[in-house]
């Protein structure tokens, strides 16, 4: 893809971990002789992203999510392959690059604790050669969109964390970034602020025409947002497609839950019985099955209501893991 | 030519930013600094009265000279200090606070972030040397100094701050490959750097190795400028012999600190230190 944002080629990352044994032995040998071991964070990865697309890109914890994140922000040297960014190989700090881009991430802060977020916009503008004209309005969009202009002058470190959460937001969107690095923007917050930060991207990318990507443990971040998904595990990609066929490849049922007249009627000939609340019953049934279970379930039985649904995301993802872990 | 210009006033613009934001994060803990302050001072008069024992204790002296030698000593030593903080700052409070990864993200030249914090280290230490001194010579002790010429000697101080900063820089660079303990090796440096250049005796009483890197000290040449002003009266004329070698190490040490913290970015980068503790 010629025209891609993000082009990633074959990039790998490998770190030199030190370890050793417990006891004072070990210890006092590590002394002479340190034991490193290689691991690979991220092994030889590989994905384009287009202008505009808003990409979910998941993995459980230490699947190589952030430090992707970080090659592409220039933050790490990457060991081989190749990580591109509009253009721009990150690692060389081009200040044309370092002007469109911004790295969120939901569990460090780029505006200092113990003064107002005011003061560290301004310090953004200076760095980021921001006109002061197009800092204040966009800081003032900003600050309108998120709702935080009675946060802003106070001292950072005496907001709760969704308010930090949404001032850091507005901090790295003062310049207008055209490319989001978003690392669990949402770690931490409640339903209501998740729900807010998720609007509020959605609105960004639309207003903005930016490109997105998103590493979420919330899969509701990723429904909402994400049309694409890469699944990332022990630094490999494990699934690169749009997120409705994540299911279809990894898992090979559909939940059917149907209302009966007597929900004490025995279904297990239809299909595994999952889960069971008075008369709503539960089942999970081979994908292909589902059209004739179904079916078989309206002629056979006395059925008030029916719903057929792929399965809920979260499992799929834990399929998918789980299935990569046993291989 | 233009795009040159509009590039370095953009730099300038952003240097002056971390001047900024050191203001602010000065101003907000300004009592804190005052506490450290009182420390300081208490520091430097028990060094000072080192000069009353020794009369006291029957030594044959001229007590308000040495004394005023003790002081000069004590002041840089308190000066040199708020440099290489404010310089190991740069990382080591940024990973403290967990700004680090975007500090080092921001779109400006590592030239003028170092910059932007050694212009304001200079500014501010240079005040609070200023305050030292006073508060000790004039304040607690009535130190008489018929002779003193205070402008060339604050020039001195100055003139040295631009070698103290590239060896800030230099030192800067360990809490970034070390973010366990790289800081305190900063207080190491600082106290290395003193001791051979003499900074409560004449160089001319260590060790002959030491008087040999006393030379290519910076310290050496600012504690006799200070102390040449300040006791003898020398003015700015005089003193070319101290001037000179603190301009040609310090057009040295700024692109070596610069280089070294640069080398040490990329290490970090490439084993993945740049992030926060704590």
Request: aromatic letters at 10%; a neutral charge.
């Given at each position: ?6 082009h990633?080629a ?10 050793r044994?417990?006891g004072l ?11 490193t ?12 992203i287009?202008?505009?697309e ?16 970080k ?34 991430m ?5 505006l ?5 977020a005011?003061d560290?916009f ?9 006109p002061?004209?197009?800092f204040l309005r966009?800081r ?21 964390l969704g ?6 937001i507005v901090?790295?969107l ?7 690095f ?18 509020f ?6 207003r ?13 971040d ?17 699934f ?8 279809n ?9 149907a209302?009966?007249?007597n929900?004490?009627?025995d ?17 999970r ?10 079916a078989r ?7 008030l209501d029916l ?15 789980a ?5 | 030519?233009?795009a040159?210009?509009?590039t370095?006033?953009?730099e ?7 001047v ?5 994060l ?12 009182l ?8 060094i ?6 020794i009369?006291?204790s ?5 007590v ?9 000593g004590?002041?840089?030593w ?21 700004t680090?990864?975007?500090t080092?993200?921001a ?9 932007g914090?050694g ?15 006073c ?44 973010p ?11 106290g ?8 409560y ?9 030491m ?9 050496t ?11 003898e009266?020398?003015?700015l004329?005089?003193?070319w012999d101290?001037?000179l070698?603190?301009m040609i ?15 040490g970015e ?9 992030k926060?503790?704590?």
């Amino acid at each position: 893809m010629n025209d891609a944002v993000v082009h990633v080629a074959e990039l790998r990352k490998t770190f030199d971990v030190p370890e050793r044994e417990a006891g004072l032995k070990a210890a006092t040998k590590g002394l002479v002789r340190r034991k490193t071991k290689e691991v690979r964070a991220v092994d030889g990865i590989s994905f384009d992203i287009a202008p505009g697309e808003i990409v979910g890109f998941l993995g459980p914890n230490g699947a190589g999510k952030t430090t992707t994140l970080k090659m592409l922000s220039g933050l790490l040297y990457v060991s081989s392959g190749d990580a591109q960014v509009l253009g721009h190989v990150p690692s060389k700090r081009e200040r044309d690059f370092l002007r469109r881009i911004a790295l969120v991430m939901g569990n460090r802060n780029q505006l200092q604790w113990d003064l107002p977020a005011l003061d560290s916009f301004e310090l953004n503008r200076s760095i980021y050669r921001i006109p002061r004209e197009h800092f204040l309005r966009n800081r003032d969009e900003l600050v309108e969109l998120l709702e935080v202009g009675d946060l802003v002058k106070k001292p950072v470190r005496q907001l709760s964390l969704g308010e930090r959460m949404k001032v850091e937001i507005v901090g790295s969107l003062l310049h207008q970034p055209q490319v989001l690095f978003l690392d669990e923007p949402t770690i931490g917050l409640d339903v209501t602020m998740q729900k807010r930060i998720r609007e509020f991207v959605a609105e960004y990318r639309q207003r903005h025409g930016a490109t997105v990507m998103l590493t979420s443990h919330y899969m509701a971040d990723v429904e909402a947002l994400c049309e694409r998904v890469i699944v990332i595990h022990h630094g490999k990609i494990l699934f690169d497609g749009k997120l409705g066929a994540l299911s279809n490849t990894f898992a090979a049922w559909k939940t059917i839950t149907a209302a009966m007249e007597n929900g004490a009627s025995d279904l297990s000939s239809y299909g595994e019985v999952i889960h069971r609340d008075g008369d709503l019953v539960t089942l999970r049934v081979p994908k292909a099955d589902t059209a004739r279970v179904t079916a078989r379930l309206l002629a056979e039985q006395a059925v008030l209501d029916l719903n057929v649904e792929d399965p809920p995301i979260e499992d799929v993802i834990e399929l998918v893991f789980a299935q990569e872990n046993r291989s | 030519m233009r795009a040159l210009v509009s590039t370095m006033r953009a730099e300038l613009v952003g240097a002056g930013g971390v001047v900024e934001r050191n203001y602010y994060l000065t101003k907000r803990y300004i009592w804190w600094d005052v506490a450290w302050f009182l420390w300081t001072v208490a520091n430097t008069l028990t060094i000072v009265f080192i000069a009353k024992g020794i009369e006291a204790s029957g030594g044959n002296l001229d007590v308000n000279r040495t004394m005023t030698t003790l002081l000069i000593g004590a002041v840089v030593w308190a000066y040199l200090g708020i440099l290489f903080e404010f310089l190991m700052e740069t990382v080591a409070w940024e990973r403290w606070e967990g700004t680090i990864e975007y500090t080092f993200m921001a779109p400006l030249s590592r030239a003028m972030h170092l910059a932007g914090q050694g212009v304001f280290a200079i500014a501010y230490g240079l005040l609070r040397a200023t305050f030292l001194f006073c508060v000790c010579a004039f304040l607690f002790f009535d130190l008489t100094m018929p002779n003193a010429q205070f402008f060339p000697a604050f020039v001195v101080l100055l003139v040295s701050s631009v070698s103290f900063i590239g060896i800030g820089m230099m030192m800067s660079v360990l809490p970034l490959i070390s973010p366990e303990k790289g800081t305190q090796l900063g207080f190491v440096a600082q106290g290395t750097l003193l001791v051979v250049s003499g900074v409560y005796y004449p160089v001319e009483v260590l060790p002959q190795w030491m008087q040999w890197i006393a030379t290519i000290s910076p310290a050496t040449y600012a504690l006799d400028g200070i102390r040449e002003a300040i006791l003898e009266g020398q003015g700015l004329t005089a003193m070319w012999d101290e001037l000179l070698p603190l301009m040609i190490i310090g057009v040295v040490s700024i692109p070596l600190g610069l280089w070294v913290f640069s080398r040490g970015e990329q290490y970090a980068k490439k084993h993945g230190k740049l992030k926060r503790s704590g």
